[in-house]
């Protein structure tokens, strides 16, 4: 049996020991204060610049995360544009051609109809006018630059029966440039570029780069490209009614394409592709239609449709 002074020390000995090692441990656990500071200034960062860019396309209302601005959007499709005219420049269609006078003439009115849907939808101050390129090729195929910048390939001309039927086409292009598409891919390119660099940083082996991308490609990349071609779809059945067009042309055009391909055999399946199936994108069509066809079957309308008609039979006779 200890005597009482020495089991006093014996217990003060040992919770002084006791202490110490809690508190070095303790001190182990904590993390410095620059950490701390970086990690939470990288979130407030992240965060500001996530909600500054945060967007809502027109009509459909979708949000999204684009970093890019019009401006200089509409500057690279400029040069872009300009690059492309050398590349094509033996194939072009002269503007007296038939095919060119149509392709003007319904883009014109197509245009007069995306100048006032950006005026509804505040979408910019200016509006730039359209180019309309029509270009010689066996490839059916239409697309569209910022800065409005319109490319048609004759080969298109094979499921494109009538102006109606052009007019879809046209207005799904123009509503990739109303809804800025261009921009928001260029966004996430960038955002996945910088995720690539971290991951060889993370894992300089490769093998956390080389599981990224694909997944990302599958998982967010095609499937937000066929949203965007879903989006074009219903913007452009808009724009054609509203430039007194008829909209249920949209759907003959895909069915005339799915029935070209036998309706589908041999494509790749829907989830690793950029589009939307011709089927997928015949049934949304069917959705938006009915919505489409009550500003087509507007009075004002009607007049316009009788006015398209002279229109047409004039540039037969004046280009037969």
């Known amino acids: 049996m200890f005597s009482r002074p020495f089991a006093f020390r014996i217990l003060r000995r040992n919770l002084s020991s006791q202490y110490y090692y809690t508190n070095k441990n303790n001190n182990k656990q904590q993390l410095p204060p620059y950490i701390w500071v970086t990690a939470a200034s990288t979130v407030l960062a992240g965060s500001y610049c996530y909600y500054s860019f945060l967007d809502t396309v027109p009509l459909t209302q979708r949000s999204r995360w684009i970093a890019t601005s019009a401006v200089w959007e509409n500057e690279m499709g400029d ?3 300009r690059k492309l005219l050398q590349h094509f420049q033996r194939d072009i269609l002269p503007p007296n051609h038939r095919a060119s ?32 390129t029509i270009v010689r090729s066996d490839t059916a195929n239409a697309f569209v630059l910022p800065g409005n910048h319109v490319f048609v390939m004759t080969g298109l001309f094979k499921y494109v029966r009538s102006e109606d039927d052009l007019a879809a086409v046209l207005g799904h292009e123009v509503a990739h440039t109303l809804a800025r598409h261009a921009g928001e891919r260029i966004s996430s390119s960038v955002v996945m570029s910088l995720l690539s660099r971290l991951a060889l940083l993370l894992d300089p082996s490769g093998i956390l780069f080389a599981i990224l991308m694909p997944t990302s490609t599958i998982l967010r990349d095609l499937p937000h490209s066929r949203t965007q071609e879903s989006e074009a779809d219903q913007i452009g059945l808009d724009l054609a009614a509203r430039a007194c067009y008829d909209p249920r042309a949209a759907k003959r055009v895909f069915q005339a394409m799915q029935n070209d391909t036998g309706h589908g055999k041999g494509n790749p399946p829907e989830f690793l592709s950029t589009h939307p199936s011709h ?17 087509y079957r507007r009075d004002q309308c009607r007049v316009i449709r009788q006015q398209m008609e002279l229109a047409r039979q004039l540039a037969i006779e004046r280009h037969p």
């Open 279 to 295: 089927q997928s994108r015949i049934s949304r069509l069917d959705t938006w239609e009915p919505g489409a066809m009550q500003v």
């Open 101 to 132: 006078i149509t392709v003007h003439r319904v883009g014109a009115r197509i245009a007069r109809a995306a100048q006032e849907f950006s005026r509804e939808y505040k979408l910019q101050d200016s509006f730039k006018p359209f180019t309309y």
């Open 79 to 81: 040069e872009e544009h």
